[in-house]
Nanobody
Framework: QVQLVESGGGLVQAGGSLRLSCKVS????????LAWFRQAPGKEREFVAA????????HYPNDVKGRFTISRDITANTQYLRMVDLNTEDTAMYYCAAARGLILREDADAYDYWGQGTQVTVSS
């Protein structure tokens, strides 16, 4: 079974940057698409970025496009989320997710595996 472990969260000032990492174990068990979601207190889980593992195709929602970059390192079985120009509205728990499917989806229900999350807090 695919296992996902996030790291890299923390406290950062507005305008700053962070890079989140997600180590993917047993990827061959069914992690063909990888994604990041986030969830702030009292809000629904929100799609942030997705990448197709085999060819690196990416997809972003409009509100993070240009500020967030998803990537993967095939040899390290790790995916990353580089975030720049952070603002207080980016404060949330960030989750790594994996799906068996190849289509890059924005709905959380499409993802089969989830990590425990890493907290990102942006101070003003």
């Amino acid at each position: 079974q695919v296992q996902l472990v996030e790291s890299g969260g923390g406290l950062v000032q507005a305008g700053g940057s962070l890079r989140l990492s997600c180590k993917v174990s047993r990827r061959d068990s069914g992690a063909n698409s990888l994604a990041w979601f986030r969830q702030a207190p009292g809000k629904e889980r929100e799609f942030v970025a997705a990448i197709r593992y085999r060819d690196g195709t990416t997809h972003y929602p409009n509100d993070v496009k240009g500020r967030f970059t998803i990537s993967r390192d095939i040899t390290a079985n790790t995916q990353y989320l580089r975030m720049v120009d952070l603002n207080t509205e980016d404060t949330a728990m960030y989750y790594c997710a994996a799906a068996r499917g190849l289509i890059l989806r924005e709905d959380a229900d499409a993802y089969d595996y989830w990590g425990q999350g890493t907290q990102v807090t942006v101070s003003s």
